[in-house]
């Protein structure tokens, strides 16, 4: 914040030091706030290239870097996704987590918007969990249906793993494994979410999600739910 008494000494013109009134500004009058970025997805398919559209790992992608990537916007810190209707099915197979392939990591500050749970599906296409929330990310979700994530051999979170910041809110989680879909390997937790951070669920459905650990959700962080419901989780021995 620039004070008043900041500005630069008053000039010719001003000869009394009175407040300026008058001319052209100082510089620092003029200086603006940089505004984070509003990201329109307008693909369905997932991919990450240069053919002129913006797909939901693109948009992601940008808002992680500050960059432009296929035709979505450059990110400008916290970021807001567009996700109109449509199912978005993962296809990209691999255990990473820089976002290029598998599940959806997120770094940094972000919030993504669906069209409603029954209009945008974010399908994890049995290769990987959906989402990935990592340390220091803070995150809204709202509108999506997320499910058919499967989390891997022996990893945690088949719909999705938050180790940050996540508000989840009107919202379906549904049908998703923590292990290799039908395959529930030892250390596989959390079918729906496995949570290490602060998680926040509202107006949400969690169901009939499956892991040999906690079916639903694995909290071993902080963890608050309103007027939201888990149901039809299963154990798997």
Not at 30 to 56: F, Q
Not at 101 to 122: K, M, N, Q, R, Y
Not at 147 to 176: C, E, F, H, K, Q
Request: aromatic share 2%; charged share 15%.
């Amino acid at each position: 914040m620039v004070r008043v008494e900041d500005l630069p000494s008053p000039q010719h013109g001003n000869p009394r030091g009175n407040p300026w009134r008058g001319g052209s500004a100082p510089d620092v009058c003029r200086a603006k706030a940089a505004h984070a970025a509003a990201i329109a997805v307008t693909a369905t398919n997932d991919e990450l290239n240069t053919d002129g559209d913006c797909s939901l790992r693109e948009a992601i992608q940008a808002a992680n870097t500050d960059t432009g990537v296929d035709s979505c916007l450059s990110g400008n810190g916290a970021d807001t996704i567009m996700v109109p209707a449509g199912t978005y099915t993962l296809s990209l197979p691999s255990l990473e987590d820089s976002n290029t392939s598998g599940d959806l990591d997120i770094v940094g500050d972000l919030t993504i918007h669906g069209a409603g749970a029954a209009s945008t599906i974010i399908d994890g296409g049995d290769i990987d969990r959906v989402f990935d929330v990592q340390i220091g990310a803070n995150v809204a979700i709202s509108g999506l249906t997320i499910t058919n994530g499967s989390s891997g051999p022996a990893n945690d979170g088949g719909g999705i793993r938050n180790a940050g910041t996540l508000t989840v809110n009107s919202s379906v989680i549904d049908r998703n494994w923590a292990g290799n879909n039908d395959s529930y390997e030892s250390g596989a937790s959390g079918g729906e979410i496995f949570n290490s951070g602060v998680l926040t669920l509202i107006d949400t459905a969690v169901s009939d999600n499956d892991a040999l650990d906690g079916g639903g959700i694995v909290n071993t962080g902080s963890m608050v739910l309103t007027r939201s419901t888990i149901s039809d989780c299963w154990l798997s021995a």
